[in-house]
Structures are given as C-alpha cells and as structure tokens.
C-alpha cells in the first residue's frame, strides 16, 4: 500500500504542492517581519521548510519568530532540531545520490555514505560559527561534538532506515527513490526532537536564542545574558 503510494508521480506533485507555497510564505515573512534574524538561522529555515514542507514551516512559525508570545524548552527544542536538521538533510540527500547516482552502491554503502555526509555537514554547521566567534578550535570540536553527535545519530539512523525500507535498491529515475527521501527526513526531524530536549533540558545544547531577544529595534535590557553569544555563534547548536 505504502509503496503504491511513494511510487505514484501524485504524490510527488502534492507535496511539491504543498512545499512551494510553504517556502514563498517563508521568505516573505522572513523579509517583512523577521528580516532581524541571523543569516544562518534564515537559512536553517529556509532548508526545514524544503525539506518538511508544511511541517517545517509550522515549526518555524510556532518557534522561530519575534512574533511568538512566549518561549520555552519545547520550542527551544525545535529550534534545535531545525539547525540540526537542515545540515544534516543536506549531507543526506548529497550522501544518498552520490551513492546511488554515481556509485551504484548497495544499501550497505549507501547507508554509510549517507550518514558520513550527513554527520560532516551538521557537525561543521555548528563548528564554523563557533569557530567564528573565537572559541577556539579544540573546545569548539569538543563541544560540537558532545552537542551534535547524539542529535545526528539519532536523526540519519531513522531518516536512513526509513528510506532504505521504502525505496529499497531504487534508483534515481524511480518515483519512490524522491518521494522516500522526502517522508525519511521528516521522520528523523521528529526522531532528533525529545533527544534535542533533553540536550537542552541538562545543558548540553544551549540551543539558539529567543528569536524576540534578536535585535529588531527592541529594548536591548531585555537580552537574556546568553543573547549576544548564541546570536553571534549558537553555541552548541
């Protein structure tokens, strides 16, 4: 039934149906309200919404904007999940059609490949901004690394696992090869979230900061002492 389903063009054509208008409500909010956001974080959203559709753009319109009426551990932890997120899905998806694309690996490569890529690239998204911002460069690998690995793990182990079920040995002329990628990273998006939390809640991850608290002409004495740093570096993802 499953397979019925990913394997018919349709659904390919609603979800882009879907993740079109969702990425354009993106930017415009992002240029008329939130335009005060850091770069990064525009394109942590902008990557969600691509890669979850609606999912991802109901997650940054609950989480990540000035408009949002109070903050909290569960939507910090979204905001964590979504920077975690939108590294990862790009190692995936390169991972995923080098391997199959150009290696003709089997699932057991493929799944490997995927993973490396995933893992490198969310690593260094973090890592670069810390770097960035002068924490020097062995206590940057050291915290991204106790922050990110368990989020990361967590996220591809689904995210691979889903797709190989789906799509199988698939290739990238098949509908289903698209349309598993697609349903697999947002399971490993929900997968990577109550591990974000508890990161957040035993202060492993500081997580990105309260988008009110970024500078958008508000009075700056209500910066939470953490503002400038996590603005500047997100530390710890």
Same mark, same amino acid.
């Given at each position: 039934?499953?397979?019925?389903?990913?394997?018919?063009?349709?659904?390919?054509?609603?979800?882009? @149906?879907?993740?079109?208008?969702?990425?354009i409500?993106?930017?415009?909010?992002? #240029?008329?309200?939130?335009?005060?956001?850091?770069? %990064?974080?525009?394109l942590?959203? +902008?990557?969600?919404?691509?890669?979850?559709?609606?999912?991802?753009?109901?997650?940054?319109?609950?989480?990540? #904007?000035k408009?949002?009426?109070?903050?909290?551990?569960? #939507?910090?932890?979204?905001?964590?999940?979504?920077?975690?997120?939108?590294?990862?899905?790009?190692?995936?998806?390169?991972?995923?059609? %080098? =391997?199959?694309? %150009?290696?003709?690996?089997g699932?057991?490569?493929t799944?490997?490949?995927?993973f490396? &890529?995933?893992?490198?690239?969310? &690593?260094?998204?973090?890592?670069?901004?810390l770097?960035? *911002?002068?924490?020097?460069?062995?206590?940057?690998?050291? *915290?991204?690394?106790m @922050?990110?690995?368990?989020?990361?793990?967590?996220?591809?182990?689904? =995210?691979?696992?889903? *797709? %190989?079920?789906? @799509?199988?040995?698939? +290739?990238? +002329?098949?509908v289903?090869?698209?349309?598993?990628?697609?349903?697999?990273?947002?399971?490993?998006?929900?997968?990577?979230?109550?591990?974000?939390?508890?990161?957040?809640? &035993?202060?492993?991850?500081?997580g990105?900061? *309260?988008?009110?608290?970024?500078?958008?002409?508000?009075?700056?004495s209500?910066?939470?002492?953490? @503002?400038?740093?996590? +603005?500047? =570096?997100?530390?710890?993802?």
């Amino acid at each position: 039934m499953l397979t019925d389903i990913f394997s018919s063009p349709w659904f390919l054509a609603a979800w882009l @149906a879907l993740m079109v208008p969702s990425e354009i409500v993106l930017i415009r909010d992002l #240029r008329r309200n939130n335009a005060h956001l850091m770069s %990064l974080m525009k394109l942590v959203w +902008g990557l969600t919404v691509l890669y979850s559709g609606p999912i991802g753009l109901a997650v940054y319109w609950t989480c990540g #904007r000035k408009e949002i009426a109070t903050d909290s551990l569960w #939507r910090r932890g979204f905001r964590s999940v979504a920077h975690c997120y939108s590294g990862c899905g790009l190692g995936e998806i390169t991972g995923v059609m %080098l =391997a199959v694309g %150009l290696l003709r690996f089997g699932n057991l490569g493929t799944a490997l490949t995927t993973f490396v &890529f995933a893992y490198v690239i969310g &690593f260094l998204l973090t890592l670069g901004p810390l770097v960035q *911002d002068g924490v020097p460069l062995h206590k940057a690998l050291k *915290d991204t690394f106790m @922050a990110e690995t368990p989020s990361i793990a967590v996220m591809e182990i689904v =995210a691979i696992g889903v *797709d %190989l079920s789906l @799509a199988g040995n698939a +290739g990238m +002329g098949e509908v289903i090869f698209w349309s598993s990628m697609i349903v697999s990273l947002s399971c490993g998006l929900f997968a990577a979230y109550p591990v974000n939390l508890l990161l957040l809640k &035993f202060g492993v991850k500081e997580g990105m900061m *309260d988008p009110r608290m970024t500078d958008h002409g508000e009075d700056p004495s209500t910066e939470s002492p953490h @503002a400038h740093r996590q +603005g500047s =570096a997100m530390k710890h993802g």
